[in-house]
């Protein structure tokens, strides 16, 4: 969808302010998710993302200061809207370990593969966007670190699995992060989603061990568009 698509329109339009308000913050923050993919962070102008929006340079100060306080604020938006997905996944009814493991991975990969401009931001252009946004960076990985540390933890007590170290779950998800980085610096996000069987695999490796690792990613790649499909069904 084109969130160019929720422009306004001109004159009078008996539109509440908060709407209003709401609206102008949504498509600036669209657009510079946009700039940022076409331009990278150091072509990301306020010219840019106020044409792109199509919204007035005053109305851009309405809501931010800077180039720098937009990107942070779509940084942050588009890592909520990441959050939302997968609480919404880890809602489903899979109780276990491995369908947990499962519906986290595969709502962060389809996320990102269907939202590849905010894909590129909060994954490579983060990066070049100053010491704010790496230390927002760092904090966003270190509280998922310490959720699939938590989690993991707790469901492998549950399920009598070995209990892993603790720097198991930030080897985990740095390695995850390093392989989806690759395929959106590549370009190639919307391949995302195909690697989710391998991706299951290497994250369930350290708690289950190579046996059942290896039952699940022959299970999904056999059943790859169905992942809480089990053999037989």
Do not use: W
Request: one cysteine or more; a negative charge; hydrophobic letters at 40%.
């Amino acid at each position: 969808m084109d969130d160019r698509a929720g422009q306004l329109p001109p004159g009078r339009h008996g539109l509440s302010r908060d709407y209003v308000h709401d609206n102008q913050r949504a498509r600036i923050l669209a657009a510079t998710a946009r700039v940022t993919a076409g331009h990278g962070y150091p072509g990301l102008t306020i010219e840019r993302v106020i044409g792109d929006a199509g919204v007035s340079r005053k109305t851009f100060y309405q809501h931010f200061r800077n180039k720098e306080e937009v990107f942070l604020a779509a940084y942050d938006d588009a890592v909520a809207r990441l959050t939302d997905r997968i609480a919404e996944a880890d809602s489903t009814g899979r109780d276990d370990f491995t369908r947990k493991v499962e519906a986290t991975l595969d709502a962060t990969l389809r996320f990102l593969a269907e939202h590849p401009d905010q894909a590129r931001l909060v994954v490579v252009d983060v990066l070049a966007a100053g010491p704010r946004a790496v230390r927002r960076r760092h904090e966003s990985l270190r509280a998922l670190v310490d959720l699939v540390d938590r989690g993991t933890c707790a469901l492998a007590e549950e399920e009598g699995l070995r209990t892993p170290p603790a720097i198991t779950a930030e080897t985990v998800v740095g390695g995850i992060v390093e392989v989806v980085y690759n395929r959106v610096e590549r370009g190639e996000t919307d391949t995302l989603p195909t690697l989710l069987a391998d991706l299951v695999y290497c994250a369930l490796l350290p708690y289950v061990g190579p046996g059942a690792a290896a039952a699940e990613h022959g299970r999904l790649t056999a059943f790859p568009d169905r992942a809480d499909a089990t053999p037989g069904t």
